[in-house]
Each structure stands twice: as C-alpha cells, then as structure tokens.
C-alpha cells in the first residue's frame, strides 16, 4: 500500500480525491492546507509520496529537496493545457506528472512506481530532487574547482580569480562562481559592477524553477575572452538566498555552460545553525558545504605567517571531516620575514609534523602585483603576466587541468638563458 499526502488546489483536489479512493493500491494519509503543512507531514515520516499543484505557494527547489531527505517523493498535479505549470515542475525536477482525467489505474501505477523509487539507492553525486539522473555531456566531464581556506584573508579570492583567469586565457572555457556568504569579493576584485544579479539570481531562479543553462548563462558575462564570472552576494546579509539546493542545482547547471567551474568558497564549514532550530532553517555555511561535496578537486589556501599556517592546519583537519575531495594544500604570501630565512623549508616541515602533508604548493608574497591588479580592475595574467605569483598560480591551474599550460618551467628556463649569456 503506497502513503499519500497531498498539496492541492480546490480546483482539482475534490477529484483526485475520488480517484484515490478507487485505486486500491493508494491511501490518502493527509490532505495539506499548505506547503508548511506539507513539510511537517512529510518529516514525520506518515507517508511516501506527496502529490502537488504547480501553483503551490511557496513550492521550491528547497522545499522538494526537504521532503526527498525525509524519504518523501513528489508527483505534480498539472491540467492538460496547463504548459506553464508543467514546465515549472520539470525544471523543478518533478518528473512524475499526472493529469486530472488519468483513471484509477494509470495514477496508480505511476504513484506506486514513484514510492518504490524512493527505497532504491542513489548514487551519491544524484540530485535527491530529481526523478531521473541528469545525464552526462559526452565527452570529458567538466570538473569543478573549490577554493577554500581557513579564515584571516589568506587569498583565497586571488588564487580562485588567477586560476580561472589562467585556464581562460588557455582556451579552456571557465566559469568563476562567488559563493562565499560571509564576504564576498570577486566583483571587487575584477572591477565589475557590484549590484550584478550574479549568484543571488541564479539562486532565486532556481528555487523557482526557472534556471536553466540559457539563464545562467544570462546571468554570467563574460569578464575576459573564455571567462564567465557569476558574483557574488552584494550584501553578506542576503545570506538565507543561497540555500543548498539552489546551490547544487547552479553548480550542475554550470557545467553545462563551460569547460570549467572555479569557485569561490567562504572560510566556515560548520553546521552549527541546524542545531538552533526546531524544523528546516536556512544555513549560512550551506554554499559552502554543498560547493565542497560537488567538487571534484578542492585547492586549500593557508598564510604563510605562524598565525595562518596555525589555522591551515586545523582547517585541513576539519575539512577531512565533510564531504569533499583530498585537498591539495597551497601556502599563500610565503617569505622569510614571516617564517625564517628559509620559508619554504619552515613551512613544509610544520605541516608535515603537524598536519602529515607531503605536498605543498607555495606561493610567493608579491603584494605589489596584487596591488596593482586591484587597484586597476585586472587579474594578475593581464597586470603582471610574468611575475613570480602569476607563474606559480599558472602551474597550480595547469595541475587542476592538464589543457592548461604551465608557464612556470618555460618561464625559469629561459631566465637561466639570459643569466648564461
């Protein structure tokens, strides 16, 4: 026997409550007021199918993805002539629609098929709101990139832009994306207009179900040839925009745009909020946490002071702890005058004493380049294309994406033909 709640207009509930009770293979558990109703319904685990009008007031993204956690699948009531609502709900992913002059059996069997789905595993990277995986562009899959670090500006925000600066100026097509909710910067840090629709947008169009790879796209300019940037939050307070399934959803999404997704996380990975409530709530961490469990390669950005290498090391043991890929450790602003006369040396021993890491990156202190690329709304491979950081963040790029070209060893080879001669 398949469990139903339901979520309807009056103008089509009367009927499908007639058409439920003929079916003998359904029991109609509840009949819900409203989406809150719903909600609550289906965290109590009473049912395992919720069938829905398209007008629903306040039926998201966010909403569908609450009742897959608890176990409850979706099925949308939509009119036959209705093409909006049906649009609506596919791009939300409800793939399972039924039409009010479907008999008995025909809903039947589409419910009681939509519940045993629901018991099935799942692959992990599948969106829990979807009925059907999204399937794959042939080809290589487009990878996407974190940035992330512990907290005291480290430049996770410049090694994030130069990277997908590098890639683009490589020919491979890149989408930066701005999820940080605690600071946002890219904008900034480009020059570009800060009141953008950017993530916020996407965001919204999504919760709506009206993001699709054209609007995001829309919503993504292109900052330089091959490089799409989709901003930040204008506001740190807008926060409760960036739900996590909004958020998974523009990173699937974005994949399809480009050759490459870089992304810009915020420093906290804590989930902490959940715990302050009684039901679902927004949680300010959940960009974040939902950019690093897409990922497919994670880039930890760490100061080269005592202070930042102290917070390196405990943010690498902390992100071991969520969904996420292996990291791949950069130290930021290395120099003697933070870490001794011999930087490199220093820093690769701590880490390795302390947080066993073998492989470190290290990026040279170079705050007269970053200065000048701010300061003149460029990347550092338009305002210093030779300088020591760009070449180091070339070679960091080449390493996520073997159809970037490291610049690094051409660059110091011909260094030692000039000394020679």
């Known amino acids: 026997m398949t469990t139903l709640l339901t979520a309807l207009t009056h103008r089509h509930e009367a009927h499908l409550v007639e058409v439920l009770g003929a079916a003998r293979g359904l029991t109609l558990v509840r009949r819900c007021a409203d989406l809150a109703e719903l909600l609550s319904a289906g965290a109590a685990g009473v049912a395992r199918v919720a069938v829905v009008s398209p007008d629903l007031r306040g039926l998201d993204r966010d909403a569908l993805r609450h009742l897959a956690g608890h176990g409850v699948r979706v ?23 039924l039409h009010p002059d479907d008999g008995p059996d025909a809903i039947e069997a ?7 789905a629901t018991t099935s ?31 005291g500006a480290p430049g996770r925000t410049t090694v994030a832009v130069t990277v997908a600066a590098a890639l683009a100026a490589d020919g ?15 904008a900034q840090v480009l020059g570009l207009v800060d009141e953008a629709p950017g993530v916020a947008a996407a965001a919204r169009a999504s919760e709506q179900g009206t993001l699709d790879v054209p609007a995001l796209a829309r919503l993504a300019p292109e900052a ?16 409760p925009e960036l739900r996590t399934a909004a958020v998974e ?17 915020g420093f906290a990975i804590e989930d902490d909020e959940e715990l302050s409530y009684d039901t679902a709530a927004p949680r300010r961490n959940a960009a974040t946490l939902a950019a690093l469990e897409a990922a497919d390669a994670l880039v930890v950005v760490g100061a080269a002071d005592p202070v930042g290498l102290q917070r390196l090391v405990r943010a690498v043991q902390e992100v071991a702890l969520v969904a996420a890929p292996p990291p791949l450790v950069v130290v930021n602003k290395v120099r003697a005058s933070a870490a001794g006369p011999r930087p490199e040396r220093t820093i690769r021993d701590v880490l390795g004493r302390f947080a066993g890491l073998e492989e470190v990156r290290m990026l040279p202190w170079a705050p007269d380049d970053c200065d000048e690329a701010v300061l003149t709304g460029r990347t550092l491979t338009e ?9 180091a963040l070339t070679a960091l790029a080449a390493a996520l994406d073997p159809r970037c070209a490291d610049t690094s060893t051409t660059a110091r080879h011909g260094r030692r033909r000039r000394a020679a001669v």
């Not at 305002?383 to 070449?391: D, I, N």
């Open 383 to 391: 305002a210093r294309p030779r300088g020591a950081l760009t070449l």
């Open 110 to 116: 589409a419910l009681s098929a939509l519940a045993d």
């Open 172 to 186: 491979v097509r890149t989408l930066l994306v701005d999820l940080d909710t605690w600071g946002a910067s890219v």
């Open 121 to 151: 595993r799942r692959p992990d990277d599948e969106d829990p709101t979807q009925d059907d995986p999204v399937p794959e562009a042939p080809g290589r899959p487009t990878p996407v990139t974190v940035v992330w670090g512990p907290t």
């Open 249 to 265: 959803d523009l990173l699937r999404l974005a994949r399809g745009i480009v050759d490459h997704v870089v992304v810009d996380a």
């Open 224 to 239: 330089l040839p091959g490089l799409r940037v989709l901003t930040g939050l204008p506001r740190a307070d807008r926060w």
């Open 75 to 97: 099925a949308g009531l939509v009119a036959a002539d209705d093409e909006e609502g049906e649009r609506r709900l596919r791009q939300l992913g409800v793939a399972t629609l």
